[in-house]
């Protein structure tokens, strides 16, 4: 996402984004789960996750090295 955007409509094109994923996986390709694998560096996406019916599954705790320090990593699923 253009970073630019995300203070007047992050939620909004996240959602967008989301809504088209799920039509494709979902209905064109029929999958049962699909999950994301996020660096902890925006907390308002998960917000955005769980508002659209994902579900935390793991936080790996400092599984990253990012910017000289370990950050942790989020994901999230949502099952047809």
């Not at 064109?28 to 579900?55: C, M, N, Q, W």
């Amino acid at each position: 996402m253009n970073t630019a955007l995300e203070a007047k409509r992050f939620s909004e094109v996240w959602r967008a984004y989301l809504g088209l994923l799920e039509q494709i996986a979902f209905g064109d390709l029929s999958l049962h789960k699909i999950y994301t694998y996020a660096y902890d560096l925006r907390p308002d996406l998960y917000d955005v996750f769980l508002s659209e019916g994902f579900k935390e599954e793991a936080r790996l705790k400092e599984h990253c090295f990012f910017e000289n320090k370990f950050i942790d990593v989020i994901i999230h699923s949502k099952i047809k």
